[in-house]
T-cell receptor
Framework: GAGVSQSPSNKVTEKGKDVELRCDPI?????LYWYRQSLGQGLEFLIY????????KSGLPSDRFSAERTGGSVSTLTIQRTQQEDSAVYLC??????????????FGDGTRLSIL | QQQVKQSPQSLIVQKGGIPIINCAYE??????FPWYQQFPGKGPALLIA?????SEKKEGRFTISFNKSAKQFSLHIMDSQPGDSATYFC??????????FGTGTRLQVFP
């Protein structure tokens, strides 16, 4: 399809394990965002990639969280040594040029992460 | 100053009613105010957005009212339908590409 694709849709893992979450943005979109949505809460900004610029990592909650974007397309969010408080839905969004270019963000359906 | 405060947390209306969701912000640098609609198990989808140069924007049954002096904006859903039952998020952005989201309003529309 033409939308933002995230995988896996669900992930259950044991506390202390590392996890990788993948996001395939809409083709041609230069901006890519990661958010975290805890149960019944709003969306918490994590990290933002725009073209070849250095990513805005200001929302990452700890050094256990990292993300990369290869070739300006696919992005991977990695959480090391997972903790139970990391349980949430992780959402990825992309946009054509970013908000400064008046372009809206298009969201994927998220990865529901459960830490046992 | 970076927060967006959203109310109410939940809202129940009957079909045909006009639910109103309110948001308030502090940061005067914010200049883009979108509303997102989220169904269970799905990602948020952009519904409607406004910039502060207008006080109202209407798209179909959805209207944003914007009060720059009060730093408040609201979403009105005209002739609400059961299919509008979802969680609604307001958001704001300023001189960056980051969106600051409200905490969401769960709307239930009963037949």
């Amino acid at each position: 399809g033409a939308g933002v694709s995230q995988s896996p849709s669900n992930k259950v893992t044991e506390k202390g394990k590392d996890v990788e979450l993948r996001c395939d943005p809409i083709s041609g979109h230069t901006a890519l965002y990661w958010y975290r949505q805890s149960l019944g809460q709003g969306l918490e900004f994590l990290i933002y990639f725009q073209g070849n610029s250095a990513p805005d990592k200001s929302g990452l909650p700890s050094d256990r969280f990292s993300a990369e974007r290869t070739g300006g397309s696919v992005s991977t969010l990695t959480i090391q040594r997972t903790q139970q408080e990391d349980s949430a839905v992780y959402l990825c969004a992309s946009s054509l040029q970013g908000l400064r270019g008046n372009q809206p963000q298009h969201f994927g359906d998220g990865t529901r992460l459960s830490i046992l | 100053q970076q927060q967006v405060k959203q109310s109410p947390q939940s809202l129940i209306v009957q079909k045909g009613g006009i639910p109103i969701i309110n948001c308030a912000y502090e940061n005067t640098a914010f200049d883009y105010f979108p509303w997102y609609q989220q169904f269970p198990g799905k990602g948020p989808a952009l519904l409607i957005a406004i910039r502060p140069d207008v006080s109202e924007k209407k798209e179909g049954r959805f209207t944003i009212s914007f009060n720059k002096s009060a730093k408040q904006f609201s979403l009105h859903i005209m002739d609400s339908q059961p299919g509008d039952s979802a969680t609604y998020f307001c958001a704001a952005s300023g001189n960056t590409d980051k969106l600051i989201f409200g905490t969401g309003t769960r709307l239930q529309v009963f037949p």
